[in-house]
């Protein structure tokens, strides 16, 4: 690859995806930020220094989060609008427009109790399971994974049913689209979608997400309710599947996570923990745009064009962070930090966690039916995600006596073959946030998902 200055690095074809972390290390010749590729002839700038991308995070006086002079320099069916247009939400506006739409949504999203949520992710997790538990095998992209927030949407958000299915369909296809027109008909149908989810909740609002947000204190309007059930659902799905799966790939083939009769075994928040700093859900992301001609670290970076951090790359950025394991779990950038850091962490985490605890305990000695390095990953500039995750187990029928998942305990036996490199992950914790109103909905929590 080369590093000619005048030569942006693209990342959206296959030598990226398969092997990002080479390139995000050829990237750093560059310094602390280089030229790179969105999509064929849509430049930007990638920090991939980790005190690089905490000062354009922080920084909100040099750098704006709206779009809307870049964006019109794009065709009109670029792929990339969907996923970096200006929208009326708190991803894509700064000072007091941001913090208004912040309170509504981290407000909103206090209102969701984690032990209801958790008892939801029980309940839809066991659901899937029971689908596939007698066969002995399935892949956990297209069975599990990503499937399960069609459940987890049903009671936290009140989408309906028959919605669901359609709503994670195009909620994927901004992230993953193969075209233009693909992107752009994906983002027209969540749009139209969550319109329709907006109008039923003004009409009959229940205990979830979306009435909290229209009937929060600071009043949205349609478009805004709209505009932060975009960040919040789209978010809710791609990134956290993504989160699942990559943390299944690296359980299921390091032998660290299995228990053994001399020493325990790494756990599931090991496992999240580990992805959110080596390969995080959505790897590159963050869109700010110079208010001025800036230096950056040494890179001359023009008013007005897209500067992205990248979150795998400054999370290994070996000169800006200490040697040997992370102690420090809360400090990786996965979640961005800043003004416009993810409100969602803590419902996103425990989802993961739970899931993934869920389906262990099942199955207690699932595997991998290809080593670690053999999984291949979907290409695009933003995000790191598996196309696949094949597994064995053996096959228990789920009404089985004995198959309780509050009753067994990981296997014993001896683990299969490492085949991913030695991580040192630990966990952590995060405070849940405190609430200053009161909706005028009946109950806190979402609602139960019907298996």
């Known amino acids: 690859m080369t590093t000619d200055p005048m030569q942006p690095v693209p990342m959206y074809g296959p030598e990226f995806a398969g092997d990002p972390h080479t390139v995000y290390a050829k990237l750093r010749a560059y310094g602390a930020c280089a030229p790179v590729e969105l999509a064929p002839g849509v430049r930007a700038t990638l920090v991939t220094s980790y005190r690089a991308a905490l000062e354009v995070l922080h920084d909100t006086d040099t750098y704006s989060k709206d779009p809307r002079v870049w964006q019109h320099t794009l065709p009109a069916d670029s792929q ?49 399971i029971s689908g596939f538990a007698d066969r002995g095998e399935v892949d956990l992209i297209s069975e599990y994974v990503r499937v399960l927030p069609l459940l987890i949407f049903s009671g936290v958000f009140g989408v309906s049913e028959a919605a669901s299915p359609r709503l994670v369909a195009a909620a994927h296809g901004m992230f993953d689209a193969h075209s233009p027109e693909e992107a752009h008909q994906a983002n027209d149908e969540f749009g139209h979608l969550l319109a329709e989810l907006v109008a039923a909740k003004r009409e009959k609002p229940g205990p979830d997400f979306t009435s909290w947000l229209i009937d929060h ?44 009769v001399s020493s325990g075994a790494l756990t599931v928040t090991d496992a999240i923990t580990d992805v959110l700093w080596n390969d995080p859900p959505v790897a590159n992301y963050s869109a700010h745009y110079p208010r001025r001609d800036v230096d950056l670290h040494g890179t001359w970076i023009p008013a007005g064009t897209p500067v992205l951090v990248s979150y795998a790359a400054a999370n290994t950025a070996p000169a800006d962070l200490p040697p040997g394991p992370r102690s420090d779990s809360g400090a990786h950038l996965a979640f961005a930090a800043g003004p416009h850091a993810c409100p969602a962490q803590q419902p996103a985490v425990l989802i993961a966690t739970t899931a993934i605890d ?12 290809v080593p670690f390095d053999q999984l291949t990953w979907r290409p695009g500039p933003f995000h790191r995600a598996l196309t696949e995750l094949p597994a064995v187990f053996t096959p228990i029928a789920p009404d089985q006596k004995g198959t309780s998942p509050w009753t ?32 005028a909905t009946s109950k806190r929590g979402p609602s139960p998902a019907t298996p």
């Open 80 to 128: 990339l609008l969907p996923m970096l247009m200006w929208r009326a939400n708190a991803l894509f506006n700064d000072g007091e427009v941001h913090a208004r739409y912040r309170r509504a949504t981290t407000d909103s999203l206090a209102l969701i109790e984690p032990h209801e949520l958790r008892d939801l992710v029980h309940r839809s997790a066991d659901s899937l």
């Open 408 to 439: 067994v305990s990981r296997s014993s036996s001896t683990p299969p073959e490492e085949t991913s490199p030695a991580k040192q992950p630990v966990s952590g914790r995060q405070d849940r946030p405190s609430v200053s109103y009161s909706p």
């Open 358 to 369: 869920r389906l262990t305990s099942w199955l207690c000695d699932i595997r991998l039916t």
């Open 217 to 260: 204190p600071v009043e949205l309007s349609e478009e805004e309710v709209i505009g932060q059930l975009v960040t919040t659902l789209a978010a809710g799905y791609d990134p956290l599947t993504n989160l699942m799966g990559n943390a299944l790939a690296r359980m299921l083939s390091d032998p660290r996570y299995y228990r053994t």
